[in-house]
């Protein structure tokens, strides 16, 4: 019986193992938002340069001040994380999953370290989507006060103006080719 139940538990811990995956070495970071992370859950891929490299780990509002999100990310030890490095949320397809994406500038080599006991922090940008809907909403609000403008501008009695403008530039249109007939009798070789 005793011979049996060690067999038992050494089949169980060499399946927990074996069906555990392979374990790799992975490091913890910190990314940090104001902007609203819609679609991003925990066990979400981390990708860097759209490799999968690791999950995101935990979503929490900073106790610090509540409107930051902190994001915590696993990521492979042998990826090369920046000064330079940014983050971006990227959404997938049609469903629009959301997964973290890691990506370096190239502009500042030195290595990301840790700060005050914190984890390494890494910055979310803007990602495009996210820049394409401010400037598209800026540009609405644009042309939108540019037609308040235009209909402010076109009062009745401007539009009268207008209106008569039009009329005088029609008749003098008229009168050019009558002007044009009567210079060119001037200016003939004759005269």
Known sequence: AGLFTLFLGTCVVASVWWFGGKREDNLRYLVTTKKTITGLNAQAQVRYRGINVGKVESIALDPANAQNTRII?????????TEGTRAKLGHQGVTGIAHILLEDSGREAA???????????IP?????????SDVGGETLRQARDLLMSANQMLTPKNRETLSRT???????????????EHLKQIFSPEN
Not at 111 to 121: E, F, H, N, R, T
Not at 166 to 180: Q, R, W
């Open 73 to 81: 990310i696993n990521i492979l030890k042998n990826i090369p994380m």
């Open 124 to 132: 979310m940008q803007d990602s495009f989507l996210e820049e394409l």
């Open 166 to 180: 039009l009329e005088n530039f029609e008749v003098a249109s008229g009168n050019a080719k009558d002007v044009s």
């Open 111 to 121: 290595s990301l370290l840790a700060k005050a006991g914190d984890l390494p922090q």
